[in-house]
């Protein structure tokens, strides 16, 4: 069994000060305690200045009650000063049954309110309050999910009520079960408001949206029902020229429909970078440009050629990313899908096109080597060829180091089939020499 303190309403009216915290105690009597409703075990919680409980998830759990059982509710005011020694000081009280107050969340739905008792010295300041105003407290009171329920009519028992107040009708007791929890029949309105939708992230009081027991009748399933989809067709197997195309540009993502999108997008980043890239190169071609035939290097044909080279490259790679920057980067995905279809409605020719940029850059860059090559040459030979060496060795390392292994391992088992050679060889001579000398 489990209590939730939902929120106050007109305790405000029972303190002189503007805002303060209530602090809410529910006891219990122990099982075979007094009479007296100030029992333990006690909960307490404390509500916010508005009246609202912070914390909706902080449920009382009590154990061992029946329906007999008192509870007693107790509104405690403490001082917010901060010298020690303060005390609470009680404000509002009330005593009911455990089962009165299911029975009347039963009635009032999902949320109870509970009428408070103030004091004699409180009262002087409800006089001034508006008709119908009273301190309440909102409860909802959880069953445990093994209890007994019992739908029974009986008389109620008028003397077990003295501590509890008269807003709340009694309930029956049961007979020979104090675990049992017996609750009144259900009208037809509690049956029909179980079948109520009720708005999502609504508070406990609102009334239902739709009463309509018809439109209930003929809604519709919540859950989806099961729609067999189609498969998209399979593409056809890619030609020759076709898997050799696709082996350098990103024809084999661009034909089908559901990745083209993220092709084309990657396809985008690949001309922004290029472009950069381009562009430093043409500014190292202008400097060499600048170079007077008499400096410090020697600048022979062979050098003059590999600059020009490097320049028409770079030249022709940066106009050729800016055409499709400005062609197919800022417009629609479908715009872009469209003009990048050619006369055969395939995206053969613009993915080979597409990789014009990087070719002409990476043209431009191999020239531009072969430049910087031929003028070191002619400073110093020797460093040219061990750097070379160098770096040609650890851009191919994993070539080399298969090599040897795949070398070391036919060595080897050429080795093994000699030996087996020679071992049979001999020993088929020492067989023939022992047949002779017998």
């Known amino acids: 069994m489990g209590f939730l303190v939902l929120r106050s309403s007109g305790l405000h009216l029972l303190r002189p000060e503007k805002s303060w915290r209530p602090i ?25 200045s508005d009246g609202q409980n912070p914390n909706q998830k902080e449920v009382f759990y009590i154990h061992d009650v029946s329906l007999q059982s008192k509870i007693s509710i107790k509104v405690w005011h403490r001082s917010q000063s901060k010298r020690k020694g303060r005390k609470k000081i009680l404000v509002a009280n009330a005593c009911y049954m455990l089962g009165d107050l299911i029975k009347g969340q039963n009635e009032a739905g999902q949320c109870l309110d509970v009428r408070l008792n103030t004091l004699s010295s409180n009262t002087k300041r409800l006089k001034g309050a508006r008709l119908g105003v009273w301190p309440k407290l909102s409860l909802r009171v959880r069953l445990p999910s093994t209890a007994k329920l019992h739908y029974e009519e ?3 028992d008028d003397d077990s009520l003295s501590c509890c107040s008269d807003s709340i009708p009694s309930t029956p007791r049961s007979e020979g079960h104090d675990d049992a929890i ?40 919540i859950l989806p029902q099961y729609s067999e989809t189609e498969k998209p067709p399979d593409l056809p197997a890619m030609g020759v020229m076709q898997r050799i195309v696709a082996s350098f540009t990103m024809y084999a993502e661009l ?6 999108e993220r ?37 022979n044909p062979i050098a003059q050629s590999f600059i020009a080279m490097s320049s ?25 899908r469209t003009r990048s279809r050619d006369m ?54 994993q070539f080399l180091v298969f090599g040897a292994w795949w070398f070391v391992g036919k060595v080897m088992c050429a080795g093994r089939k000699v ?14 020499e022992t047949s002779n000398s017998a």
């Open 24 to 48: 809410i105690t529910i006891q219990v009597e122990s099982k075979g305690g007094s009479v007296d409703c100030d029992a333990t075990p006690c909960h307490e919680t404390t509500l916010g």
């Open 154 to 156: 009986q008389p109620s």
């Open 182 to 221: 017996i609750l009144p029949p259900p009208t037809e309105q509690e049956l029909k408001r179980r079948l109520q939708p009720y708005m999502i992230d609504s508070d406990d009081e609102m009334a239902p949206l739709l009463t309509d027991e018809a439109y209930l009748n003929s809604a519709p399933p």
């Open 255 to 260: 034909r089908d429909e559901s990745h083209y």
């Open 263 to 299: 092709a084309f997008s990657r396809q985008q980043m690949e001309w922004s970078y290029v472009g950069g890239l381009l562009t430093a190169l043409a500014a190292v071609d202008t400097a060499v440009f600048s170079i007077s035939p008499g400096s410090l290097f020697i600048i």
């Open 312 to 336: 028409t490259a770079c030249g022709l790679g940066i106009f050729c990313d800016a055409w499709f920057i400005f062609r197919y980067n800022f417009v629609p995905l479908e715009t872009a």
């Open 344 to 397: 055969f409605d395939s995206y053969f020719f613009f993915s080979l096109s597409a990789r014009v940029p990087i070719i002409c850059m990476l043209l431009s860059g191999l020239t531009l080597m072969g430049f910087l090559g031929v003028v070191a040459w002619t400073v110093w030979p020797a460093g040219l060829l061990i750097m070379s060496f160098v770096v040609g060795m650890l851009m191919s390392l």
């Open 419 to 432: 030996r087996k050679v020679i071992k049979w060889v001999v020993g088929r001579d020492s067989g023939e």
